[in-house]
């Protein structure tokens, strides 16, 4: 996998050069590998997705506000020259993805937003847990109790649990304060970029009416509600998460 400064990526190979480039943004804690194989490897696109900054095989520091974690995109993509991308977020990747819809929107050639919001407040006795390191790995549990539908299996909920426990406590403590202080609930409306939101109807994380409201509030929004879903949305049901990415891909307009 190709590392820029300190950003590591993966890159699908391949891709059509007439065809948008596509960068995912992942969540909280996560990593590149927090995308499923066949949404990385998204057929006929070039499919980046990059370790933010302190997660995964990526050095640096995380950050502690989502504006941060958008300026180290635009650093990133800036050196591996791509100027403009969809941008698809899962969680405070989608917050990440709906800054840089605000912040650079000439960059911006649409939005996925899958298990996000525009306000991602966080619940203060997990905030708290988050902060001490004796207690990250309760915390780490709870998130992932509150991640998943209830049909998972007990081996993916193992594998999400080990993932997280592999960040620093500093790192997950620093990105939950980042949603935690995010909102652009009344900007929304400023967006012109076509989004796809995608949302599984057990989110106990970021609930439907998350993405409702975006559904209502973005001028050119589709909204896509799935069953036996949770907030892992994108490996609950991969397979349906990616045909709904491909359907908005072929809508997005782009002159290469």
């Not at 708290?128 to 049909?151: C, N, R, Y």
Request: proline share 6%; aromatic share 8%; net charge negative.
């Amino acid at each position: 996998m190709p590392t820029s400064e300190h950003i590591y990526y993966f890159a699908s190979k391949g891709g059509s050069m007439t065809k948008p480039p596509v960068v995912l943004i992942h969540g909280a804690g996560g990593t590149n590998l927090h995308w499923p194989h066949n949404i990385r490897r998204l057929p006929e696109y070039r499919v980046f997705a990059p370790d933010l900054p302190g997660h995964g095989k990526s050095q640096g520091l995380g950050q502690q506000e989502i504006k941060a974690y958008a300026k180290e995109i635009v650093d990133w993509l800036n050196r591996i020259d791509i100027y403009r991308a969809v941008f698809v977020g899962h969680s405070m990747g989608g917050a990440i993805a709906l800054t840089l819809a605000l912040e650079c929107p000439e960059r911006t050639l649409g939005l996925g937003l899958i298990a996000t919001g525009a306000r991602l407040g966080v619940n203060p006795g997990l905030l708290q847990k988050l902060s001490v390191e004796a207690t990250f790995p309760t915390a780490v549990e709870q998130i992932v109790a509150w991640s998943h539908a209830k049909s998972v299996s007990q081996e993916h909920l193992a594998q999400l649990t080990r993932q997280l426990l592999e960040n620093r406590y500093t790192v997950m403590h620093g990105d939950y304060l980042a949603c935690n202080q995010f909102n652009v609930m009344d900007a929304l409306n400023t967006i012109t970029a076509p989004a796809c939101i995608i949302c599984g109807e057990d989110d106990k994380m970021t609930p439907p009416k998350y993405s409702e409201y975006l559904a209502q509030k973005l001028p050119n929004a589709s909204l896509h509600l799935i069953p036996d879903a949770g907030h892992m949305v994108m490996f609950e049901q991969s397979n349906t998460v990616e045909k709904a990415l491909e359907d908005f891909l072929k809508m997005v307009p782009y002159n290469y």
